[in-house]
């Protein structure tokens, strides 16, 4: 949101703003606030908020004042790339439709026309179910703090089922592998570690040499790479490493013989990042280019770098792998993610398992 923020000064404190109104000419005016560390500068802003919002009852706020203050209150309770996240969704959908309107007058007839405008536009099912939560979960707030009546707490939408993705078929897999193996490089090796052990793209841009262990054969997850939005109201975006999406997705993974040995033959300082050979890392979106345009040099289709690690954990099932131990491998919280999200039979397994079944000798 454009209204507040906080941020890392060059003489090492912390800034905090809030927009308090216009001058006389328009000019638009801010209370600034400084502490040693970010969750000071946090309480200090929230504390003034809180002192202000008592002058006047609660309906009297705008949704705009009421995000403002929540974003205060989660800013030091969630991770900076999730704080970018639901800025973006706020600044973008949110504001635009009820930014202006006071709280006590949004009804949960005006969130279904909301809803129902988000999905005529065009965005995905679980983008527009995503919008929702968010909705839900700042009034929620407001209910908690103020005693106003939530008018979201009722609205449900019925989240459509989203479209299958698409992925490579045995055949185009192999003819994918054999280029790998004819155009050895860092992007391939990355390609190959995805296929191979279906780590997510942000994890595999982040893994650094010493995150792999040649003696105990393994890889470690121990972080992530994202591009997100910075918050001080403009469109500008940054790149940061950071920990994993959830405490399931820090793992450690076996690394199987092929590709130990492909990563021998690049084996660089333990600082340096995989994917670059450098201490400078490779981000997500670059790798992603670089993919389609291997796919289109091998004359393959054009996949998501994430069909990679659907890829794999299909592949692991036909091959008979334990789904909790599967599970596990991609950083799952639970078996049903993997079942339901990452395993794909396709027609000629789905007829193998069929020939499995005769009655009909035994009629």
Not at 25 to 53: H, Q, S, V
Not at 268 to 276: A, G, H, I, P, T
Request: glycine share 4%; hydrophobic share 40%.
């Amino acid at each position: 949101m454009d209204n507040f923020n906080i941020y890392l000064r060059k003489d090492g404190r912390w800034e905090g703003r809030i927009s308090i109104g216009r001058d006389e000419n328009g000019k638009r005016r801010f209370k600034y606030f400084f502490a040693r560390t970010r969750d000071e500068t946090a309480e200090k802003m929230t504390a003034f908020l809180t002192a202000n919002a008592v002058e006047k009852p609660p309906c009297a706020l705008t949704f705009s004042q009421l995000t403002k203050e929540w974003f205060l209150c989660i800013s030091c309770k969630v991770k900076e790339s999730t704080l970018a996240n639901y800025d973006m969704k706020t600044v973008k959908h949110l504001l635009p439709e009820f930014g202006d309107r006071h709280i006590c007058s949004i009804k949960k007839e005006d969130i279904y026309a909301f809803i129902r405008r988000k999905q005529q536009s065009g965005l995905s099912p679980r983008y527009v179910s995503d919008l929702l939560v968010l909705l839900k979960t700042i009034f929620k707030f407001a209910a908690n703090t103020y005693a106003v009546a939530d008018p979201a707490k009722s609205v449900r939408i019925v989240r459509k089922k989203a479209a299958p993705i698409l992925l490579l078929d045995t055949l185009q897999q192999d003819k994918l592998y054999s280029y790998l193996a004819a155009h050895r490089d860092l992007t391939t090796l990355g390609i190959a570690l995805s296929a191979g052990t279906g780590i997510r793209i942000g994890e595999l841009c982040a893994l650094q040499w010493g995150d792999i262990d040649f003696q105990k054969r393994t890889l470690t997850v121990r972080k992530t790479i994202q591009r997100i939005r910075c918050r001080d109201g403009g469109r500008r975006t940054k790149i940061i490493i950071t920990s994993p999406k959830s405490d399931s997705s820090r793992r450690e993974i076996p690394v199987p013989d092929f590709l130990l040995a492909m990563l021998r033959d690049f084996r660089s300082r333990e600082e340096d990042f995989v994917l670059s050979g450098s201490e400078k890392p490779v981000e997500p979106r670059t790798m992603q280019y670089r993919f389609g345009r291997i796919l289109k040099n091998a004359d393959l289709p054009s996949v998501h770098f994430h069909a990679l690690r659907h890829i794999f954990a299909s592949a692991c099932v036909r091959l008979g792998f334990d789904v909790k131990a599967l599970s596990e491998l991609l950083g799952h919280s639970g078996v049903e993610i993997t079942l339901n999200s990452y395993v794909h039979s396709s027609l000629e397994q789905k007829r193998k398992y069929m020939d499995l079944v005769r009655p009909a000798e035994r009629l």
